[in-house]
């Protein structure tokens, strides 16, 4: 696995074990991690943490994120006292009864403004940043894996930064990425995306190979999202929409492959993406990429999609996480 996924001479003498990698982290630091909506945080380390606490080790970090993470994360931590506070989102039924105790301070902030505001300073310093990863380049770059989130800003701010090399992760995800930064005002220029399908940045997240102290190989997949069979109004709903649309068509309202599509997360969305498989050439720019998206594009009914995450069903993971190279060439993240 090494000679394949971690292609940095220098980084393939960082690797250790996830215990070892989680001593890095004390009591009192600030801790950002890769993920959003379930898909590409970090497993391992996590859980060595909190293994080192439950037998006596005292630490308490603040946790930063990009969106919502699993329970091997929010879940392990909030469980043995390990957070001090916690931003900008979470979605774990179990850190919950410690956000509202005050055991955890919580900041719901909004996602899009998160980056930003962790530049400007406004959150304080950020001391280790701890990111899944596909593979690591020649150079030591960082090819994430089902989400990229506010990784970028992460590993620049961060002093120190541990990766999870994560094997259950396929290597076609290798140039699906678009990685880029804005700047920041008052240089701050418009992002140059006019469509779902180009590209502006670059395949992998960009990083000083000096602040990474550990490399850990892992192979945890992603906790999978619950999506259920989508009920009568579900289904309702979806072909209601799927009239509307087309009776826009039909009026010259809408050209015939619609407009850039946005699909909402959980079974009700699944559903709504379903019925647009009565439409050709679809283009969907979207937060989170969720099962029915992929099976557009197994109907040829897509011409490219754009997201920040792919968070799957059980089902999902299994069948396409392993087809991942048939997606690739329409896929961005």
Avoid at 12 to 20: E, L, N, R, S, Y
Avoid at 25 to 50: C, E, H, N, W
Avoid at 190 to 205: C, H, L, N, S, T
Avoid at 311 to 331: A, H, N, V
Wanted: proline share 6%; charged share 25%.
């Amino acid at each position: 696995m090494s000679k394949e996924r971690i292609r940095s001479p220098a980084l393939k003498k960082k690797i250790v074990t996830a215990d070892k990698a989680a001593k890095n982290i004390k009591d009192g630091m600030t801790v950002a991690t890769s993920g959003f909506a379930r898909a590409g945080y970090p497993k391992a380390v996590p859980q060595a943490l909190a293994e080192h606490i439950k037998v006596g080790r005292r630490v308490k970090i603040n946790l930063w994120t990009g969106a919502s993470v699993g329970e091997e994360l929010d879940g392990a931590l909030s469980a043995v006292g390990a957070l001090g506070k916690r931003l900008p989102y979470q979605s774990v039924k179990s850190i919950r009864k410690h956000i509202n105790s005050r055991e955890v301070q919580f900041i719901d902030y909004h996602l899009s403004h998160t980056p930003e505001q962790i530049r400007y300073g406004y959150f304080g310093d950020l001391d280790i940043a701890i990111v899944e990863a596909t593979a690591i380049t020649e150079d030591g770059y960082i090819i994430p894996t089902t989400s990229v989130g506010s990784v970028p800003t992460f590993v620049q701010k961060a002093e120190k930064i541990i990766i999870e090399v994560n094997k259950s992760q396929p290597l076609a995800l290798e140039g699906v990425h678009d990685i880029y930064v804005p700047q920041d005002p008052p240089h701050r220029k418009a992002i140059p995306v006019e469509k779902p399908d180009q590209r502006i940045g670059k395949p992998y997240v960009e990083v000083d190979p000096d602040k990474i102290i550990a490399v850990v190989e892992t192979s945890i997949p992603d906790n999978p999202y619950s999506i259920q069979q989508p009920d009568k109004m579900a289904i309702s709903l979806a072909r209601r929409l799927c009239d509307f649309l087309k009776e826009e068509v039909k009026k010259g309202r809408l050209p015939a492959n619609l407009l850039p599509i946005q699909g909402g997360v959980g079974t009700t969305g699944n559903a709504m993406l379903d019925a647009l498989s009565e439409f050709d050439n679809l283009y969907i720019y979207s937060e989170v990429l969720q099962d029915k998206v992929f099976e557009l594009m197994d109907k040829a009914k897509v011409a490219a999609v754009s997201g920040t995450a792919i968070t799957l069903s059980p089902f999902g993971q299994e069948r396409i996480i392993k087809d991942m190279d048939k997606y690739r060439e329409r896929l961005i993240l």
